[in-house]
């Protein structure tokens, strides 16, 4: 049951994504100062939201995990953070595609594109860590700290372009500017896809939460035949 | 607390200085690297000036990593953490007191480096010598309290050498960025305003939201 409930989701994100896609190639019009590329715009954007949440997602879990020692938030947690590093990844390869298009380069070295780079590293260096501590209890402890530490930066990232005056473009969204900096068309259009991409993203969690419960089991039954 | 921080902070101090092992290491590490600086850009030329502040700073986060790793693995002999936490030194107490050490080891550190680079490079940093105290003091601090925490993370790992630089240095570029930026200022003899400003909020409000953190967190990774 819960494997088809997961499937449905899925399938949701899935055609929710190709519906998101037809509106946005063919019934959106161009943008009128950035032409056509703009619409990467639409993949950018919710996949920085996706990633926060995540990382949210990861800090409290691993919060709980280490509050309470629970082994299952603390698989959350890292579950969590995979998926939102992968999202990580997207909204850097899409701005940088942007950039390239809109700035002429790839990469500058301003205070919103820096943070996002170092809040990839920090929690690249939280899944690192991980795999060097071999003792489950132990583990829980120190990448728990560790995660809750690493989500200062996604603070300062998410903040950054009200601290700075940044090359990246400031706040669009009307829940931030109270409204009048962009077309409501194309803000309906981003809340779609991050519609579709927290769903995508809620079941690559599921799964690889899932993933980390077996491996778990695995890790217990290999400790007892080693210890009989 | 106070009083077993302070105890700590004795002992700490008494060992590095009886042997000097880390502090001769990380001096000999930095004023090394401030030789190999002048290969990497033109000694004479302004542009020195422009960036002493990124360089120096540079230098005391990599210095500063070879002095914090070794203070859990102080410890680590004879179960002396053990035998610490034991006896009812509360963890707090204990990575407190251990930062304050490595604070002092850090500034002794800057106290060497920073008149060297103005000698070998022809500048003067200390044209506004209280500001350059300040950003020095916490700067440091934060390479001390996050260092010092981290290395209690790290200190059981088999590649904590590898480990402590790759999680630290990433979570502490925002005081690094902002010590670098101030450095500049004021070695061309500016005091910090207006917008300069929120550099020093930066600074300070790192070493609060971060003191704050690893008091709370320091017992869940020594203690439970």
Not at chain 1, 168 to 191: K, L
Request: glycine share 6%; net charge neutral.
């Amino acid at each position: 049951m819960f494997d088809k409930i997961l499937l449905a989701i899925g399938l949701t994100s899935g055609l929710y994504l190709v519906r998101n896609l037809y509106t946005m190639l063919l019934v959106l019009p161009d943008e009128a100062a950035q032409g056509m590329i703009y619409r990467i715009m639409f993949f950018h954007i919710p996949s920085w939201w996706t990633c926060f949440l995540s990382f949210l997602v990861a800090g409290v879990a691993s919060a709980i995990a280490i509050r309470s020692k629970s082994n299952r938030a603390d698989s959350l947690a890292v579950a969590a953070t995979e998926v939102g590093l992968a999202f990580t990844f997207v909204g850097l390869a899409t701005g940088m595609i942007w950039a390239k298009i809109i700035w002429g380069i790839w990469w500058t070295w301003d205070a919103r594109l820096t943070w996002a780079f170092i809040t990839a590293l920090t929690y690249a260096g939280y899944l690192m860590m991980r795999n060097m501590i071999p003792d489950p209890s132990e583990r829980l402890r120190v990448t728990g700290v560790l995660n809750v530490f690493s989500f200062a930066s996604v603070v300062i990232c998410y903040k950054a372009i009200d601290w700075w005056r940044t090359q990246h473009p400031g706040a669009v969204m009307s829940f931030r500017t109270g409204g009048g900096s962009i077309d409501p068309a194309m803000e309906g259009m981003t809340f779609h896809n991050f519609i579709a991409f927290l769903l995508l993203c809620i079941v690559l969690v599921t799964l690889r939460l899932r993933q980390e419960e077996t491996l778990r089991e695995i890790e217990g039954l290999r400790r007892l035949a080693y210890s009989r | 607390m106070l009083r077993q921080s302070w105890q700590i902070f004795l002992k700490d101090v008494r060992m590095e200085l009886r042997g000097k092992e880390a502090l001769n290491a990380s001096l000999a590490f930095a004023l090394v690297v401030l030789i190999l600086f002048s290969f990497a850009i033109d000694p004479t030329s302004e542009q020195i000036r422009e960036i002493s502040g990124g360089l120096l700073w540079i230098l005391f986060a990599f210095s500063g990593v070879l002095l914090v790793n070794r203070s859990f693995l102080r410890e680590q002999s004879n179960d002396c953490l053990d035998v610490l936490l034991v006896n009812r030194v509360p963890a707090s107490a204990l990575m407190l007191g251990k930062t304050f050490a490595n604070l002092l080891f850090i500034l002794m550190i800057e106290a060497v480096c920073l008149p060297v680079f103005s000698v070998l490079y022809n500048i003067n940093l200390f044209q506004l010598p209280l500001w350059l105290l300040g950003i020095c003091l916490l700067a440091s601090w934060a390479i001390a309290i996050l260092g010092t925490v981290f290395a209690a993370m790290t200190v059981n790992l088999r590649l904590r050498e590898l480990m402590l630089p790759v999680i630290l240095y990433p979570m502490i570029i925002p005081a690094l960025a902002a010590a670098m930026y101030l450095t500049n200022i004021v070695s061309v003899g500016k005091v910090p305003e207006g917008d300069d400003l929120i550099w020093v909020r930066l600074l300070i409000g790192f070493d609060v939201i971060f003191t704050t953190l690893a008091l709370g967190l320091i017992d869940t990774i020594l203690v439970d």
